[in-house]
């Protein structure tokens, strides 16, 4: 690093969710990360849609006030588009390939692997290394989004004063945030590692072996069915429905009735997608599971997991070992922490 080599400029990680906007900046000294700005905003129902941006308007605005809550100060950002979204491949190439040849090649044989026309598609690719018994050959993860989804993030950040620098793919960034939890994990980073984000209302898989994702799936279910039973037995609004299930004040019958079948669902969710992934693969089990996502939180779900499951469960946490501004309330990024898996990978884009 040069004296007079420009710092670049630093990166906000901005995650779009179905309920709300989660923003993390991080500065780094002496090898630990330091959060500096953080906030989370409420999106309005319906804006975003299973991960889609239906109202890109109301996210922008959600966006600005993300941005004056945390007083972030610079104004570019990473996002991420979501994996339903996006197709990934790994495909063989020539070793011997220049950067430019290589993208060349791959704009000319993307026909082949995606199923929308090219025109419509953002496109970009990772050379992971050397195929395994044949030195000759590289394997090349190629990774596609339509454009839109990716226009509409850039255009909500534009209208929340931020410029997209980065546009991730939530489960890389997932993978990119593995490192800050790692250490946490009794059976060591290099096993089979299933990394499952249980949020409002989409729940993902995300499977790592050696640290890189290997495989990736997302189905609807999450913690707004949770709220909704709260809303229909208790006669509630979403709103008060929310800050009852955070805050307590439900009748005595809520644990039994609401929370434990919902618990239980949660288990069934988590069985289904590890099946859904020991089918497509050789595996036929994962050494550890991450439960990440806002109902993560759940008192009495990690245990549940791992008792029915019989696979070590940890509860995310990737700011664990993070030191906070004094601007920012540390209990509530505690307890956040396990929905900022894919922000604090997006964030740690500023340190690539």
Do not use: W
């Not at 931020?162 to 009794?186: G, I, R, S, Y």
């Not at 550890?288 to 759940?298: D, T």
């Amino acid at each position: 690093m040069g004296l007079f080599t420009p710092k670049r400029p630093p990166l906000v990680g901005v995650d779009i969710s179905s309920t709300a906007v989660k923003l993390l900046q991080l500065s780094q000294a002496g090898g630990r990360y330091r959060v500096e700005h953080y906030a989370v905003e409420p999106l309005p129902p319906n804006a975003v849609v299973e991960k889609n941006i239906v109202e890109v308007e109301a996210v922008g605005e959600a966006i600005k006030r993300a941005v004056q809550r945390a007083g972030v100060k610079t104004k570019f950002a990473a996002a991420a588009v979501a994996g339903s979204s996006v197709i990934t491949k790994i495909i063989q190439m020539p070793a011997d390939m220049s950067e430019d040849d290589l993208e060349d090649q791959i704009q000319v044989e993307a026909n082949q692997y995606i199923p929308y026309p090219l025109e419509e598609v953002s496109l970009d690719f990772e050379v992971l290394g050397p195929v395994k018994d044949n030195p000759e050959s590289v394997n090349v993860l190629l990774a596609a989004s339509r454009t839109e989804n990716v226009d509409l993030r850039v255009a909500a950040l534009e209208i929340g004063g931020l410029t997209a620098k980065v546009v991730d793919v939530e489960a890389f960034a997932m993978e990119n945030a593995f490192q800050l939890v790692a250490d946490q994990m009794p059976t060591g980073r290099d096993g089979l590692v299933a990394i499952v984000d249980v949020g409002a209302t989409m729940t993902s898989l995300n499977v790592l072996r050696n640290q890189r994702s290997i495989y990736t799936r997302e189905q609807v279910f999450g913690g707004k069915q949770l709220t909704d039973e709260v809303m229909r037995r208790y006669g509630l609004s979403y709103e008060e429905a929310g800050l009852a299930k955070r805050q307590g004040g439900l009748p005595e019958s809520y644990e039994i009735e609401v929370l434990e079948p919902f618990k239980e669902a949660m288990v069934q969710q988590v069985s289904r997608l590890l099946q859904f992934f020991f089918a497509g693969s050789e595996f036929n089990r994962v050494d550890q599971i991450i439960l990440a996502g806002g109902c993560a939180s759940i008192p009495g779900a990690q245990e549940l997991v791992e008792e029915q499951l019989g696979i070590p469960t940890l509860v995310a946490s990737p700011v664990a070992n993070m030191a906070v501004s004094p601007k920012i309330q540390a209990s509530s990024l505690a307890a956040d922490a396990p929905a900022l898996m894919i922000v604090c990978g997006l964030a740690l884009r500023s340190f690539d």
